[in-house]
């Protein structure tokens, strides 16, 4: 304060030995703005960052590894030449209980004392990275499927990883290690969609057992990347098990199948992610199979996954269905019992709130504190296989530019992928393709015809481009062919504002088709209605 007071005093008498008296208060003006600067630089001075957005300080780094505690000595979990299970029992020896319920929760605090960074586990990629800003938004998953190509599927999953990586690059450098910008994609959906009322079958790759394995083992492999050391992204095969209950219901439904349901329909996609996919997370489901909730089922998590699977990765509840344990299934009586319930079964990672509560689980004798530490390794394995504790120069994807994300190579291979996804039900009497050389005027009509939340599905990024089915016909007839555009109806009202009348657009649409050599009908869902 001083300081300003000194050098915008000097700056007046200065100003005034030159200035008319007009001038004076053009000066103080400009003198406010100078004080103002003078007050924010002094307050970022003084204002607490959180600790989510502070960048990595310099000093830890070392040649050849990272100093997290800043104690001056290589520990064993600080020694990238060290066996990732050493690295991660010397870190666990380390750490308080409290500490380890702090990394069982979704969003990970940082651990300072051991230098441990805050990581926040959650991030969607079921058709390119979502939720963080512009990226490719490939087709939706329903429409992948429709390429029936495995190649393909593989392709698009190293394109989302490798716009994914070049997020997590850019942002970590600037400390940001908020919800969405992690390493850990909550893809794929290879539940099989066999209930229409479920309502989210545009997230998967449709109703058959066979299809659904092998687009997901590929998308997976994608993914993760074919390093030998790192995984470029970790993948998730959600929901485990038999998520096909209407979505309504799902905090609350039993989804009861019989031996051969599990084995022939709601099993095999997630044993061949296992097995072949090597993937690196599976995800619970809200529901309950067979009487017990996903998340906290011993005969899914452990019985088969594990032991019959092989499965060595982390087990991660779906967002907030511990707590569906005791509040809509009702087969626990209170949030640490639901808590016990789930990790005694097999969830490492939990999607809410509810760990909080495991430190009183084991204190009260409802979970043994070697369960705590299977569930952090599984998690620091996962970490430390992403690279997140070694140095950027031993980590080839950590070279992953922010220019490789929503580059104009991937805006081709989206087109592309665009192309094979359409699937043609009928052509009666070839009217396609249409020759726009004999046609004068085109009607588009459509709740969807104009609508981009049709075009996006859900779990979606930001595109930096939207076409809609009608500006995409209008640009490609240009000037030679007259286009005319009626919504026609709500998606599923009777009517398209509240004051109208019902079929408010109906003479419209007559006479959009009266005046039109050919009308593009543009129907169908989003993700409004079939969202979850």
Not at 120 to 127: C, T
Not at 264 to 278: D, H, R, S, W
Not at 417 to 424: G, I, M, P, Q
Request: aromatic share 8%; with cysteine; net charge negative.
């Amino acid at each position: 304060k001083t300081l300003a007071n000194i050098i915008s005093k000097q700056y007046l008498y200065r100003a005034n030995l030159f200035l008319t008296q007009k001038d004076i208060m053009k000066k103080l003006l400009i003198t406010s703005l100078f004080l103002g600067s003078c007050v924010l630089l002094l307050a970022q001075k003084t204002t607490k960052i959180p600790n989510v957005y502070k960048p990595v300080r310099s000093e830890m780094y070392k040649k050849g590894w990272i100093d997290f505690n800043k104690n001056g000595v290589k520990d064993t979990y600080e020694d990238p030449t060290a066996p990732i299970d050493a690295r991660i029992e010397d870190l666990l020896s380390q750490m308080t209980l409290e500490e380890k319920m702090s990394q069982m929760l979704y969003e990970s605090p940082a651990i300072d004392r051991l230098g441990i960074p805050a990581y926040n586990w959650w991030n969607e990629a079921l058709h390119g990275v979502a939720r963080a800003g512009v990226a490719t938004v490939f087709p939706q998953a329903i429409a992948l499927a429709a390429t029936f190509d495995e190649d393909l599927l593989q392709k698009i999953g190293d394109v989302v990883s490798t716009e994914g990586r070049a997020k997590f690059n850019e942002f970590s450098r600037k400390g940001d290690r908020g919800i969405y910008k992690g390493l850990t994609f909550w893809a794929p959906n290879v539940n099989i969609f066999r209930d229409p009322r479920w309502g989210r079958g545009h997230e998967t790759f449709g109703e058959d057992p066979y299809l659904t394995s092998r687009l997901g083992v590929r998308y997976i492999e994608g993914l993760q990347g074919h390093d030998e050391n790192y995984l470029k992204a970790a993948a998730c095969a959600k929901h485990f098990a038999v998520h096909s209950g209407p979505e309504a219901v799902r905090h609350e439904f039993d989804a009861e199948g019989t031996e051969q349901d599990l084995r022939e329909t709601y099993l095999p996609a997630f044993e061949a992610c296992v097995k072949e996919g090597k993937v690196e997370a599976v995800m619970g489901a809200y529901n309950r199979t067979n009487g017990v909730p996903c998340c906290g089922n011993k005969r899914l998590l452990i019985d088969i996954l594990r032991k019959e699977w092989g499965f060595s990765g982390h087990v991660t509840s779906d967002c907030w269905a511990i707590r569906d344990f005791h509040e809509g299934h009702h087969v626990t009586g209170t949030a640490i019992e639901s808590v016990a319930m789930a990790m005694n079964n097999g969830c490492d990672l939990n999607c809410g709130t509810l760990f909080g509560f495991l430190v009183q689980a084991v204190r009260q004798g409802l979970v043994k504190e070697e369960r705590l530490d299977e569930a952090v390794t599984n998690l620091f394995m996962a970490r430390m296989k992403l690279g997140v504790f070694d140095k950027k120069e031993e980590n080839p994807y950590d070279k992953i530019p922010y220019l490789a994300a929503d580059s104009r190579e991937m805006k081709k291979l989206n087109e592309a992928v665009a192309r094979r996804t359409v699937v043609l039900l009928k052509n009666k009497e070839h009217i396609l393709p249409l020759d726009k050389n004999k046609i004068k005027t085109i009607g588009v009509i459509g709740p969807n015809a104009d609508s981009r939340r049709a075009l996006v599905g859900n779990y979606e990024g930001t595109a930096s481009r939207y076409i809609t089915v009608l500006e995409g016909i209008e640009d490609y007839v240009g000037d030679d062919v007259r286009v005319l555009y009626s919504e026609g109806c709500h998606l599923y009202k009777d009517r398209t504002s509240n004051l109208a009348q019902e079929n408010d657009r109906m003479s419209e649409v007559l006479g959009v088709c009266k005046e039109s050599d050919v009308v593009v009908a543009v129907l169908g869902l989003d993700a409004g209605i079939e969202g979850e």
